[in-house]
């Protein structure tokens, strides 16, 4: 059971992590292994979230509960800078966090031990009485959440009832029917249906591999309905990055799954999708004794990163001051 679950010890500090993405990655997903918990990167905009981002950015808020309370999701959000068509933003961001998020910023921005400390709740629906004909009350914070879906679709269903009788016994029908769209959530629209001369009230949902494939259309347009078309992914471009940068440098926990991974490759090769769960149990399971000769090596490729850095950036340096003198006497006095 969950409530059972404790937190696991963490693998580095709150500042590695932060300012290193590749250690972050590693720490969450042997987070998620050792809880059990399902680990994805949520795609975006035909994008992969960037979790080392968000996580950097509520965390420089003080928390999620902290930014919730404070209500600086908008801050949050500008530092992704999000195309124009990707709607309700702030909900997919803080529904992310909460469910990839909480508990690792628990251990390693709280420094919480033992149980599992749930998400704070902020927010409570009241349920509208059953088969209403009018449409409920939609939260301008959450105008797109399970709940309210249920009770939308719950009161079509009430309505649809009461107006065609005939349509439980299979009989046909032959009515015209137009479509209005009066708003527009994550995954689909709050439209108003009119059928011959009955008039419904309820939700449209489409889901969209890729933001820039969604209807751009304005509010309180009649359209007709038109199947999707399957998208194609469109394939990430590398990063331009300085081939001469040094590596970065691996916790004692990176060497350990490389070891374990590579031994494991050998003995299961089927069994690939399990590794990750299986190495983080083998690591809890380990002595102090045990951890030293991993801890070693940790420190050992630190140092060898800090030493690196500091000799790239003396050739940087230098080659600027090359560049610079190439460029004339002006542009050394500004390097300098």
């Given at each position: 059971?969950?409530?059972?679950?404790?937190?696991?010890?963490?693998?580095?500090?709150?500042?590695?992590?932060?300012?290193?993405?590749?250690?972050?990655?590693?720490?969450?997903?042997?987070?998620?292994?050792?809880?059990?918990?399902?680990?994805?990167?949520?795609?975006?905009?035909?994008?992969?979230?960037?979790?080392?981002?968000?996580?950097?950015?509520?965390?420089?808020?003080?928390?999620?509960?902290?930014?919730?309370?404070?209500?600086?999701?908008?801050?949050?959000?500008?530092?992704?800078?999000?195309?124009?068509?990707?709607?309700?933003?702030?909900?997919?961001?803080?529904?992310?966090?909460?469910?990839?998020?909480?508990?690792?910023?628990?251990?390693?921005?709280?420094?919480?031990?033992?149980?599992?400390?749930?998400?704070?709740?902020?927010?409570?629906?009241?349920?509208?009485?059953?088969?209403?004909?009018?449409?409920?009350?939609?939260?301008?914070?959450?105008?797109?959440?399970?709940?309210?879906?249920?009770?939308?679709?719950?009161?079509?269903?009430?309505?649809?009832?009461?107006?065609?009788?005939?349509?439980?016994?299979?009989?046909?029908?032959?009515?015209?029917?137009?479509?209005?769209?009066?708003?527009?959530?994550?995954?689909?629209?709050?439209?108003?249906?009119t059928v011959g001369l009955e008039i419904f009230q309820?939700?449209?949902?489409?889901?969209?591999?890729?933001?820039?494939?969604?209807?751009?259309?304005?509010?309180?347009?009649?359209?007709?309905?038109?199947?999707?078309?399957?998208?194609?992914?469109?394939?990430?471009?590398?990063?331009?990055?300085?081939?001469?940068?040094?590596?970065?440098?691996?916790?004692?926990?990176?060497?350990?799954?490389?070891?374990?991974?590579?031994?494991?490759?050998?003995?299961?090769?089927?069994?690939?999708?399990?590794?990750?769960?299986?190495?983080?149990?083998?690591?809890?399971?380990?002595?102090?004794?045990?951890?030293?000769?991993?801890?070693?090596?940790?420190?050992?490729?630190?140092?060898?990163?800090?030493?690196?850095?500091?000799?790239?950036?003396?050739?940087?340096?230098?080659?600027?001051?090359?560049?610079?003198?190439?460029?004339?006497?002006?542009?050394?006095?500004?390097?300098?």
């Open positions: 059971m969950a409530d059972e679950k404790v937190y696991p010890t963490p693998l580095a500090s709150h500042e590695d992590i932060i300012s290193n993405p590749t250690v972050f990655m590693n720490a969450l997903r042997h987070f998620h292994s050792t809880l059990g918990t399902r680990f994805m990167i949520p795609v975006i905009g035909g994008k992969g979230l960037d979790l080392h981002l968000l996580y950097g950015e509520v965390t420089k808020r003080g928390g999620l509960e902290k930014v919730i309370k404070e209500k600086r999701w908008k801050e949050v959000i500008a530092a992704f800078k999000f195309p124009p068509t990707t709607t309700s933003a702030s909900f997919v961001l803080r529904k992310y966090y909460t469910s990839l998020l909480h508990h690792f910023e628990q251990v390693y921005f709280f420094k919480v031990q033992g149980k599992l400390v749930p998400p704070a709740v902020t927010m409570a629906v009241k349920t509208p009485p059953p088969c209403k004909p009018a449409m409920p009350c939609v939260t301008e914070s959450e105008p797109d959440s399970l709940l309210q879906r249920l009770q939308l679709l719950q009161q079509m269903v009430c309505k649809r009832k009461k107006a065609f009788p005939t349509l439980e016994s299979g009989e046909p029908m032959n009515l015209p029917v137009m479509g209005v769209i009066n708003g527009k959530f994550d995954n689909g629209y709050f439209v108003t249906v309820g939700v449209l949902y489409h889901v969209f591999e890729d933001a820039s494939t969604s209807l751009a259309t304005p509010n309180n347009a009649i359209v007709p309905y038109v199947a999707p078309q399957p998208q194609r992914r469109r394939r990430r471009g590398k990063r331009n990055r300085d081939p001469n940068h040094p590596k970065p440098n691996r916790s004692a926990y990176n060497f350990f799954f490389a070891e374990k991974h590579s031994k494991l490759k050998l003995l299961y090769p089927q069994r690939e999708r399990e590794f990750s769960k299986m190495i983080g149990e083998s690591w809890n399971k380990l002595t102090q004794e045990e951890r030293m000769k991993y801890n070693a090596c940790g420190l050992k490729d630190k140092e060898r990163y800090k030493r690196e850095m500091q000799e790239y950036k003396e050739r940087m340096k230098l080659v600027q001051h090359k560049e610079a003198a190439r460029a004339g006497p002006s542009s050394l006095i500004e390097v300098e």
